[in-house]
């Protein structure tokens, strides 16, 4: 398994992803450590004077309250420090609703792990090493997934996860130690814990905050939509390709003089990898060097205009990636502490705002807003492609039956896809522009990023099973399409031939391959089967080999 040093250099999207979905691990090297140190021993130096009944100045979340609390009163000792990191995490941990799923808990621990090895935290190499620790052995805490505003940080659930790997200072009791999945189970945070071998820790001060006081649980469900969002681009192109051929396309369409004179690099892409997918295709109605035989040589929307919708897509994700690789190596929590830097200063804890997540908000609602786009133009090729009199020749409802009427064929996909594009529209209203003031209004306005991440997340889901409902659709109608011209598949492009055969070889859960449907079967088992094709990267994965 391949590790990657925590600090060495910023994290990727692929780096987080592959630590969440556990094909890496992460290290925390020496360099990353003596980092780390430099604010540690400030906030120790301030414990001390504490201890020692010298005057200190109030310095928020090590001797002060939190929030509009914070001007109340200041804490006197060292122990009374410990133990607001303790009561902090005691009391944010109050959140409702489902559990996020595993992966969404694992990759906020990735985050939060890079972002507190920045060394501006204050944070002893052991918080992380305790996080890294229940990484590597399958400790992952049970976290409701509402409670965040993506301002003050993911308080609520990043509090479901401090409940598991903190205790009281009096003792290791299972009581307040949160919930945790292990090898499959859930249990108690101090069963889970003490199952896989790792000490529950006694934060010290500012700990328990710098834990909790991040964007991590936003980032990583954005990372995560962002993640599966570039893989289900790649894939609606294929999809797209596969619907343009079966339904005997214009090539000039995607001539890249034409992208070129407008200037777009997303949309210049796209052009350029649906020609190369449609390479190759007897199907194909004109293009570079060809002049199409049929007039006026002009699609529908859905078919003629993919560059000019998937391409901005494309440049939005490439755009939304650059917030998120930033964010998942911040450092988000307050106050920061710049010990070895800010000459001139005593205080070296300096409070902000790096907490608000509104940069994750932003692009999680601009990622709900374009994929929600890919399910739409794709949705109006699935109606299309069902339509007799709109597929240029093809039977109704992508079915031939002995007796019209008798089979429903493909009509109740193109149904689900409308309901599930519908849904998307609802879910990609963007969230960042709500705001609810919170804590005595000192919290004034906030983010709700964590809401705009969870969106992002359903609609991705959503829309794989769009686009693997276009796949299946449109290789159905690649089937009726040679038969209706009497060819065999040699005429296909590469890149739909090697899907479509890997379509065909693919059982699904009823253990039946997925054929060519001449009369109605039970269809979501291959539903199921298609988005998970989808998901996985196996579409992708085909047509590549094929143009390779």
Not at 266 to 283: D, F, H, M, T, V
Not at 481 to 496: F, H, I, T, Y
């Amino acid at each position: 398994m391949k590790t990657i040093d925590l600090g060495a250099k910023p994290l990727s999207l692929h780096d987080m992803a592959a630590v969440t979905r556990g094909t890496a691990r992460l290290h925390l090297p020496d360099a990353a450590r003596a980092a780390m140190k430099i604010s540690e021993d400030w906030v120790a130096g301030f414990s001390d004077r504490m201890d020692r009944g010298e005057k200190t100045e109030a310095v928020y979340s090590i001797n002060t309250g939190f929030g509009s609390l914070s001007g109340r009163q200041a804490f006197t000792s060292s122990a009374q420090a410990r133990d607001l990191s303790r009561r902090l995490i005691i009391s944010n941990a109050a959140g409702v609703g489902n559990p996020f799923d595993l992966d969404t808990v694992r990759a906020a621990m990735v985050i939060r792990a890079a972002s507190l090895c920045r060394g501006y935290s204050a944070v002893r190499a052991v918080v992380v090493e305790t996080i890294l620790a229940m990484l590597d052995k399958g400790v992952t805490p049970w976290v409701p997934e509402y409670g965040s505003l993506g301002a003050s940080g993911d308080l609520i659930p990043l509090a479901h996860l401090g409940l598991v790997m903190s205790r009281d200072e009096a003792g290791d009791t299972e009581i307040d130690s949160g919930k945790a999945y292990y090898k499959g189970e859930l249990m108690s945070g101090l069963a889970a814990m003490k199952a896989a071998g790792i000490e529950r820790i006694v934060l010290g001060p500012k700990e328990g905050l710098a834990l909790l006081n991040g964007t991590s649980f936003s980032t990583a469900q954005t990372a995560l939509a962002l993640a599966d969002a570039e893989v289900l681009l790649d894939t609606a192109e294929i999809a797209a390709a596969m619907s343009i051929e079966a339904l005997m396309g214009f090539g000039d369409a995607f001539i890249p003089e034409l992208h070129e004179a407008r200037g777009h690099a997303g949309q210049i892409a796209c052009a350029a990898n649906l020609r190369r997918l449609l390479e190759g295709s007897a199907l194909i109605d004109g293009g570079i060097g060809r002049d199409p035989k049929r007039q006026p040589p002009q699609d529908a929307y859905s078919l003629r205009c993919v560059p000019q919708v998937l391409g901005p897509v494309r440049d939005t994700l490439t755009f939304v990636r650059g917030i998120v690789e930033t964010e998942i190596n911040a450092a988000t929590d307050n106050p920061l502490i710049f010990a070895d830097r800010l000459p001139g200063r005593t205080l070296k804890a300096i409070s902000g705002g790096n907490f608000h997540a509104e940069y994750i908000a932003f692009a999680a609602d601009f990622l709900s807003i374009v994929v929600t786009e890919i399910g739409n133009i794709s949705e109006r090729r699935l109606f299309r492609l069902n339509d007799g009199t709109l597929n240029r020749g093809l039977p109704d409802m992508l079915v031939a039956s002995e007796h019209v009427g008798m089979d429903c064929g493909f009509m109740l996909p193109q149904y689900l896809a409308a309901a599930l594009v519908s849904d998307c529209k609802t879910l990609a209203h963007p969230d960042s522009v709500d705001s609810i003031p919170t804590c005595s209004n000192q919290e004034d306005h906030v983010s709700m990023a964590n809401n705009a991440g969870r969106h992002a997340r359903q609609i991705v889901r959503n829309i794989q099973n769009v686009v693997g409902i276009e796949v299946l659709m449109a290789a159905q109608a690649l089937d009726l399409r040679l038969n209706e011209r009497g060819m065999d598949d040699s005429v296909l492009a590469p890149a739909s031939r090697a899907v479509r055969a890997m379509l065909r070889a693919t059982v699904t859960a009823d253990g039946r391959k997925v054929d060519h449907l001449t009369q109605d079967v039970v269809l979501y088992p291959r539903l199921h089967a298609a988005t998970d094709l989808v998901q996985s990267g196996a579409v992708v994965n085909a047509a590549h080999a094929a143009l390779a």
